[in-house]
């Protein structure tokens, strides 16, 4: 399986950006975006289930940020609203195997990952 993230960019506080995940194969359990800024940890950010329509967002995001999934074209949206700059980091798009156990927030439960995609923004 293969990702391809793209989307991220430069955008002032308050500001929209769509962040875009497109899988080469939707044999998959479930998709997720995650970021990590600067000297910090990485972070899950949503998740959607392949599937199923079950949704997960983190506590930082949740009401801001909304997940969506156009299986049709094998991609996953990641629509991202009243950005503030500690949104600023490298935003990953991941996959998970419908055989691997594991927590939604939890990156070691995916098997699959894009190469990151740059989202600044700007106070």
């Known amino acids: 399986v293969q990702l391809q993230a793209y989307g991220g960019g430069l955008v002032p506080a308050g500001g929209s950006l769509v962040l875009s995940c497109t899988t080469s194969?939707?044999?998959?359990?479930?998709m997720a975006w995650f970021r990590q800024a600067p000297d910090k940890e990485r972070e899950f950010v949503a998740a959607?289930?392949?599937?199923?329509?079950?949704?997960y967002y983190g506590d930082s995001v949740q009401g801001r940020f909304t997940i969506s999934k156009d299986t049709a074209e094998k991609t996953v949206h990641l629509r991202m609203n009243l950005l503030k700059p500690e949104d600023t980091a490298v935003y990953f798009c991941?996959?998970?195997?419908?055989?691997?156990?594991?927590?939604?927030?939890?990156?070691?439960?995916?098997?699959?990952w894009g190469q990151g995609t740059q989202v600044t923004v700007s106070s």
């Open positions: 991941a996959a998970r195997d419908p055989t691997t156990a594991g927590y939604y927030y939890n990156g070691e439960s995916y098997n699959y």
């Open positions: 194969s939707s044999s998959i359990y479930s």
């Open positions: 959607t289930t392949w599937t199923a329509n079950r949704i």
